[in-house]
């Protein structure tokens, strides 16, 4: 082991030691997010061996130990007159520190070092994560066709339910994994892909044998992300595996408590870009002053029917992103971003050759069935000054089709497009309960979908942050979907959307 | 007339022997917005104090120009969106010291007054805390 991250796993295991003095004079110290500070061991420190950590926080099996030296230092000189935040009491503790060790060894033993370096070690494991629970209702008029086409009936709701895995695996390495369980696919009512219209809402009943062969709904899950972290300097930071997208603003602030409305706006969840990627991420980021730089670069799969485990051409996906930040007047992001790649879809076909002479022998052959080549550019813009929030992306997406190997729907072939939109959002935190008015507007041309026109969309609502974990929205949207076009889908749909959305 | 509030000098502190000396202040700021910061060679450590108490509120203030809502939702947003975690808080100035009087690397900051002498203090940008134009000072 280097000689410093030697030191470093002495320091750490002091560490723990000297927080055991207190462990039952001391209630957890509550950092506004849950888990993250006080409980979980900082990231950039190794872990230290598991007989000298100490917990977190103060359990009864840790007692103090008695006899302890007068404090070398008084404690919070203030603690008693604050507490605007959710902080737990902070008591003077009587003979507050225990006497300094004049070395390891006479904290320790003799083999301290050695101990403490041969012991095994295992990353700390975190969970955590954000739900939601969503009521939402058509307020169409009852004529408009929008009435029967979504949401047709007021309902409740677990939108998203997403746990995080996360672990600091060693100094430089992090590991952070995201999983999305779903009720879905039961009841899931896809659009009729090869003609007719009826559809038949997916059935996930299955008789459960650990209940008596009673029906039960099963439900999946999705994989949002893998990804191992890789940071041996600030500007160098390494990502492995599959990860969001580092394109504008809500592609990677995809979660329900941090996104504003209860929905991303149409741009962001229509696949202008790819939503997540799997490959390698290079990122870094500079600060000086007031400014601060940084930079993203990646190579992927690229887009494909299972482009999280396979690249059905040759072609990698590459992209990037650069963004700068000013915090002069509040904290002010630019950024540009931008994504090349080719969609491949091949069946899987076998075969026998026979070759001059020899034996017949297995081949393999892919014959391609959908192909299109994409390009996407985006550009986003991001103010907060104060409680003021406004901001802003736009994305345009060009795609075009390998001939030959077009998409077809209910007999339409499918040509070459560019779809584009963008949003803008306005909101003010207020300084009372964390109030936010804010209000959307945004413009889509749906130019991937054939029977879909133009659409623009306007909201007004209030996003409530009572608590820092704890959101609750109230939204009136309306989505005016070329009401005066001659497309089949078309048509003013208007909605109530409520959500409460919690991290944990 | 009332009479205003006597400011308060926050100052860091290092380990007695640390390769620390001095600290710029956006690297002050990049460090316990949760960024990795080599500094002099060395992989920096910030402690933070409990949410909520008064040099907490001041220096998240100055430092990260947050009031104490906005360091909460600022650190939930963080972890959602799978971002740098937050500095380890110690809620014992005395165990803070100690810590940081152990752990080579590791920075904290604490009132004038609370220096020992197994700390030392680190100048920002060059500026001790008596200097005008000190930046940490709520």
């Known amino acids: 082991m280097p000689h410093d991250a030697m030191r470093s796993a002495r320091a750490l295991a002091l560490l723990g030691a000297l927080s055991c003095f207190f462990c039952t004079q001391r209630a957890r110290a509550v950092d506004p997010p849950p888990g993250a500070s006080s409980v979980a061991a900082p990231s950039d420190?190794?872990?230290?061996?598991?007989?000298?950590?100490?917990?977190?926080?103060?359990?009864?099996?840790?007692?103090?130990?008695?006899?302890?030296?007068?404090?070398?230092?008084?404690?919070?000189?203030?603690?008693?007159q604050a507490a605007p935040e959710p902080a737990a009491p902070v008591r003077t503790p009587p003979n507050d520190a225990p006497p300094?060790?004049?070395?390891?060894?006479?904290?320790?033993?003799?083999?301290?070092?050695?101990?403490?370096?041969?012991?095994?070690?295992?990353?700390?494991?975190?969970?955590?994560?954000?739900?939601?629970?969503?009521?939402?209702?058509?307020?169409?008029?009852?004529?408009?066709?929008?009435?029967?086409?979504?949401?047709?009936?007021?309902?409740?709701?677990?939108?998203?339910?997403?746990?995080?895995?996360?672990?600091?695996?060693?100094?430089?390495?992090?590991?952070?994994?995201?999983?999305?369980?779903?009720?879905?696919?039961?009841?899931?009512?896809?659009?009729?892909?090869?003609?007719?219209?009826?559809?038949?809402?997916?059935?996930?009943?299955?008789?459960d044998y650990a209940d008596d062969n009673r029906l039960l709904n099963w439900g999946g899950i999705q994989i949002q992300r893998v990804q191992i972290d890789f940071t041996p300097h600030p500007l160098l930071n390494f990502r492995f595996g599959q990860w969001l997208t580092p394109v504008g603003i809500w592609n990677v602030d995809h979660g329900s408590p941090t996104v504003i409305g209860v929905f991303r706006p149409y741009i962001i969840g229509q696949g202008l870009f790819p939503e997540r990627q799997t490959g390698i991420q290079i990122?870094?980021?500079?600060?000086?002053?007031?400014?601060?730089?940084?930079?993203?670069?990646?190579?992927s799969n690229g887009r494909g029917p299972s482009d999280e485990y396979a690249d059905l051409d040759n072609n990698k996906g590459v992209g990037g992103r650069i963004y700068w930040n000013n915090s002069a007047y509040g904290s002010l992001t630019l950024g540009v971003s931008a994504y090349k790649g080719t969609y491949s879809s091949r069946n899987r076909e076998y075969g026998v050759a026979t070759p001059a002479g020899a034996a017949p022998e297995l081949v393999g052959v892919n014959p391609l069935t959908l192909q299109y080549r994409e390009q996407s550019l985006a550009a986003d813009a991001?103010?907060?000054?104060?409680?003021?929030?406004?901001?802003s992306e736009a994305m345009q997406h060009e795609v075009v089709y390998t001939n030959g190997f077009r998409p077809e729907q209910n007999g339409t072939v499918f040509a070459d497009y560019r779809e584009r939109g963008f949003y803008v959002l306005a909101g003010y935190r207020l300084p009372w309960f964390g109030i936010m008015p804010f209000a959307t507007f945004e413009d889509y041309n749906f130019a991937?979908?054939?029977?879909?026109?133009?659409?623009?969309?306007?909201?007004?609502?209030?996003?409530?942050?009572?608590?820092?974990?704890?959101?609750?929205?109230?939204?009136?949207?309306?989505?005016?979907?070329?009401?005066?076009?001659?497309?089949?889908?078309?048509?003013?749909?208007?909605?109530?959307?409520?959500?409460?959305?919690?991290a944990f | 007339m009332a009479r205003a509030a006597p400011s308060v000098r926050l100052q860091i502190v290092a380990a007695k022997n640390s390769a620390l000396r001095d600290i710029s202040f956006p690297d002050l700021r990049q460090l316990y917005r949760g960024k990795h910061i080599p500094i002099s060679g060395l992989r920096v450590i910030p402690f933070n104090h409990p949410a909520g108490t008064p040099d907490r509120v001041g220096f998240d203030r100055v430092v990260l120009g947050m009031s104490p809502e906005e360091v909460g939702r600022f650190w939930v947003d963080q972890k959602i969106r799978g971002g740098d975690p937050p500095p380890r808080t110690i809620d014992s100035v005395a165990l803070l010291l100690r810590v940081v009087a152990a752990l080579d690397g590791s920075i904290a900051y604490v009132r004038e007054g609370f220096l020992t002498s197994e700390l030392k203090l680190l100048t920002i940008e060059g500026k001790m805390p008596s200097d005008s134009g000190y930046p940490l000072v709520y």
């Open chain 1, 45 to 80: 420190a190794p872990s230290p061996p598991p007989s000298a950590t100490a917990p977190d926080t103060a359990t009864p099996q840790n007692p103090a130990p008695t006899g302890a030296s007068p404090a070398a230092a008084p404690d919070h000189p203030n603690s008693a």
């Open chain 1, 100 to 207: 300094a060790p004049a070395n390891d060894a006479a904290f320790y033993g003799a083999n301290a070092g050695d101990a403490a370096n041969s012991a095994p070690s295992y990353p700390k494991l975190e969970l955590s994560g954000f739900t939601d629970f969503a009521f939402i209702a058509n307020v169409s008029n009852r004529h408009d066709p929008e009435a029967t086409l979504a949401y047709q009936y007021p309902s409740f709701s677990i939108g998203n339910l997403n746990l995080y895995l996360n672990a600091a695996l060693a100094d430089s390495w992090h590991l952070l994994a995201e999983v999305r369980f779903l009720y879905l696919p039961q009841g899931s009512e896809n659009f009729p892909q090869n003609g007719g219209t009826q559809v038949v809402p997916f059935d996930a009943g299955a008789l």
């Open chain 1, 283 to 299: 990122s870094g980021e500079w600060a000086g002053e007031s400014n601060q730089l940084g930079y993203f670069a990646t190579v």
């Open chain 1, 382 to 391: 991001r103010w907060e000054y104060q409680g003021l929030l406004v901001q």
């Open chain 1, 448 to 502: 991937s979908q054939p029977f879909v026109p133009a659409a623009t969309a306007e909201s007004v609502g209030l996003n409530i942050r009572p608590e820092p974990t704890v959101v609750v929205k109230l939204q009136y949207h309306v989505s005016q979907v070329g009401p005066n076009s001659d497309e089949p889908l078309r048509g003013v749909l208007k909605r109530i959307l409520t959500q409460l959305a919690v």
